[in-house]
T-cell receptor
Framework: KNQVEQSPQSLIILEGKNCTLQ??????????LRWYKQDTGRGPVSLTI?????NTKSNGRYTATLDADTKQSSLHITASQLSDSASYIC?????????????FGQGTTLQVKP | DTAVSQTPKYLVTQMGNDKSIKCEQN?????MYWYKQDSKKFLKIMFS???????INETVPNRFSPKSPDKAHLNLHINSLELGDSAVYFC???????????FGQGTRLTVV
């Protein structure tokens, strides 16, 4: 069964600290993995995308890693800010076509406190 | 200059009613989707349309009927609403390979 599991379910950190979110997947065939940020009351917004041949991708303070052998990904947030408070969703694509099916994880809710 | 817009943002209705949610994208994308986000925050695909043609239908009850009058619009009509239909419904569009989905702000449907 194609699944994407994320941990932890929720996380509270102090402003300025770093944190790492985890994503394990059992999706096959695997095409690419994407991390989305979903602010409360808004739709998800893409942060990074990695194909199976890439093992790291950065977007500002966000750095995603991918280990296609162990089917694990992580999202590292550096020097957190209050605006980082959101849900972070790991999404795996079954194929690279434009109509490819996306499998969503349940998300990690991050709260950054001052 | 909103890329993917949904209306309404909130919808409260009684069981048994029929309602529609509209979605429009101005990105020129060929593919549009409807997703349902339940109380546990899981996003699940319901439908996918490519150039007005149905591509994916994920065992959604027949009470849900998507309509795509043109490739910039994908509306969702729901008949005989049930309590379990309460959720946030997201419209999205995508283009390119690998595809990046751009989401609307969501429609929170509450069935009472």
């Amino acid at each position: 069964k194609n699944q994407v599991e994320q941990s932890p379910q929720s996380l509270i950190i102090l402003e300025g600290k770093n944190c790492t979110l985890q994503c394990n997947y059992t999706v096959s065939p695997f095409s690419n993995l994407r991390w989305y940020k979903q602010d409360t009351g808004r739709g998800p917004v893409s942060l990074t995308i990695m194909t199976f041949s890439e093992n790291t991708k950065s977007n500002g303070r966000y750095t995603a890693t991918l280990d296609a052998d162990t089917k694990q990904s992580s999202l590292h947030i550096t020097a957190s800010q209050l605006s980082d408070s959101a849900s972070y969703i790991c999404v795996v694509s079954l194929d690279s076509s434009n109509t490819g099916k996306l499998i969503f994880g349940q998300g990690t809710t991050l709260q950054v406190k001052p | 200059d909103t890329a993917v817009s949904q209306t309404p943002k909130y919808l409260v209705t009684q069981m048994g009613n029929d309602k529609s949610i509209k979605c429009e994208q101005n990105l020129g994308h060929d593919t549009m989707y409807w997703y349902k986000q339940d109380s546990k925050k899981f996003l699940k695909i319901m439908f996918s349309y490519n150039n007005k043609e149905l591509i994916i239908n994920e065992t959604v009850p027949n009470r849900f009927s998507p309509k795509s009058p043109d490739k910039a619009h994908l509306n969702l009509h729901i008949n005989s609403l049930e309590l379990g239909d309460s959720a946030v419904y997201f419209c999205a569009s995508s283009q390119g390979a690998p595809p990046e989905a751009f989401f609307g702000q969501g429609t929170r449907l509450t069935v009472v």
